[in-house]
């Protein structure tokens, strides 16, 4: 069964500080990723998908993320954070089974 | 565009009480979901339809029923609340393999 790991839970940075947040995924064929961002009291939106080409993807907001198939990881990366990305941040593979899969989410707080 | 509108956005039902809550989006995809967003747990499947006609278990659907209306609509069912219900509910839709969209969630509180 396809399963998500985010090894980060609750990250506490400083503005300006860079950011990287864990993903792995346990699928051996092809994928599809997602990262999703939640910000306090709202829905879930896409911050950037990989489904080809290029393995370093950027997103909205100054993301970006690396599919790196041999470890099966895509993490989220962004060199400063700002207060404002304060949220709950989800990784989403999809392999175009069924519906997509998330992590347990990583909380990201921002202090000013 | 309105996207994916989930009806209500708060519930409150006793343990034992019915509720539908909606979900419409007007993107036409042929793929719908429900999730349910626990504290520490993420999202979880709770059910979803590839397409107009059709509805799968997710990974926790003990308790719930849905109903894929039509292309648009797709709701979910709660016959006998219980309190372990009590969780933020997400309905969201998209095209295979694509990104989905989400609405802006249900709020419920089961006591």
């Known amino acids: 069964a396809q399963s998500v790991s985010q090894h980060n839970h609750h990250v506490i940075l400083s503005e300006a500080a860079s950011l990287e947040l864990g993903c792995n995924y346990s699928?051996?064929?092809?994928?599809?990723l997602f990262w999703y961002v939640q910000y306090p009291g709202q829905h879930l939106q896409l911050l950037l998908k990989y489904f080809s080409g290029d393995p370093l993807v950027k997103g909205i907001k100054g993301f970006e993320a690396e599919f790196i198939k041999s470890k099966f990881s895509f993490n989220l990366r962004k060199p400063s954070v700002q207060w404002s990305d304060t949220a709950e941040y989800f990784c989403?593979?999809?392999?175009?089974?069924?519906?997509?899969?998330f992590g347990s989410g990583t909380r990201l707080q921002v202090q000013p | 565009n309105a996207g994916v509108t989930q009806t209500p956005k708060f519930q409150v039902l006793k343990t034992g009480q019915s509720m539908t809550l909606q979900c419409a989006q007007d993107?036409?995809?042929?793929?719908m979901y429900w999730y349910r967003q626990d504290p520490g747990m993420g999202l979880r499947l709770i059910y979803y339809?590839?397409?107009?006609?059709?509805?799968d278990k997710g990974e926790v659907p003990n308790g719930y029923n849905v109903s894929r209306l039509n292309k648009r609509e797709f709701s979910l069912r709660l016959e006998s609340a219980a309190p372990s219900q009590t969780s933020v509910y997400f309905c969201?839709?998209?095209?295979?393999?694509?990104?989905?969209?989400f609405g802006q969630g249900t709020r419920l509180t089961v006591v």
């Open positions: 969201a839709s998209s095209e295979q393999n694509t990104e989905a969209f």
């Open positions: 339809s590839a397409s107009e006609g059709t509805t």
């Open positions: 989403a593979p999809n392999t175009g089974r069924r519906a997509l899969t």
């Open positions: 699928y051996g064929g092809t994928v599809n």
């Open positions: 993107m036409n995809h042929n793929s």
